[in-house]
T-cell receptor, first 108, second 119 residues
Framework: RKEVEQDPGPFNVPEGATVAFNCTYSNSASQSFFWYRQDCRKEPKLLMSVYSSGNEDGRFTAQLNRASQYISLLIRDSKLSDSATYLCVVTFTGKLIFGQGTTLQVKP | EAGVAQSPRYKIIEKRQSVAFWCNPISGHATLYWYQQILGQGPKLLIQFQNNGVVDDSQLPKDRFSAERLKGVDSTLKIQPAKLEDSAVYLC?????????????????FGEGSRLTVL
């Protein structure tokens, strides 16, 4: 079983749609959780941290369920500029482990 | 502020040849990482340094890959001899956080990567 699993997609949605990505992790001792964004042929960049209480940053909402070892990212009112690959990241003993990423394509 | 610098950006070699990649992290960042990203996959950690010491190299194929970080600043990653399956983007990243520090902000700053094609 992979340490961090994501549905690779692609998710094709129209502008203005709401889209949700899921991620599961195998190590119950994982300590911290993040979403990164990677544009085509670019380097990954931190999008947001994920907390058990849930957190929101504008149109983006991240949630963590430690009991189910599940992380989610919700994007509301999708923009063309949201088209990218979204990488789920967990940490364990100081090591950051990336999922394979979920690709989002927002169409006009 | 200058970001993470990597070179070369692109490299094409034949199998069994050798190649080296160079990384200069953000000034003052203690931790440096080398990741391998194969097309369609997420980044996979190859090696993690804190200052000039190796913290984790459990996924580094040591029969062909080597890495060093002299004086705790610049780092080089070498592949010798290269195989077809080594075709990937090699990403260098650095972070301010020291290994094992929690809470971890999780923010790694990546360079643009070195794209390797092995023919």
């Amino acid at each position: 079983r992979k340490e961090v699993e994501q549905d690779p997609g692609p998710f094709n949605v129209p502008e203005g749609a709401t889209v949700a990505f899921n991620c599961t992790y195998s190590n119950s001792a994982s300590q911290s959780f993040f979403w990164y964004r990677q544009d085509c042929r670019k380097e990954p960049k931190l999008l947001m941290s994920v907390y058990s209480s849930g957190n929101e940053d504008g149109r983006f909402t991240a949630q963590l369920n430690r009991a189910s070892q599940y992380i989610s990212l919700l994007i509301r009112d999708s923009k063309l500029s949201d088209s990218a690959t979204y990488l789920c990241v967990v940490t364990f003993t100081g090591k950051l482990i990336f999922g394979q990423g979920t690709t989002l394509q927002v169409k006009p | 502020e200058a970001g993470v610098a990597q070179s070369p950006r692109y490299k094409i070699i034949e199998k069994r040849q050798s190649v080296a990649f160079w990384c200069n992290p953000i000034s003052g960042h203690a931790t440096l990482y080398w990741y391998q990203q194969i097309l369609g996959q997420g980044p996979k950690l190859l090696i993690q340094f804190q200052n000039n010491g190796v913290v984790d190299d459990s996924q580094l194929p040591k029969d062909r890959f080597s890495a060093e970080r002299l004086k705790g600043v610049d780092s080089t990653l070498k592949i010798q001899p290269a195989k077809l399956e080594d075709s990937a983007v090699y990403l260098c990243a650095s972070s301010l956080a020291s290994w094992g520090y929690e809470p971890n902000t999780g923010e790694l700053f990546f360079g643009e990567g070195s794209r390797l094609t092995v023919l």
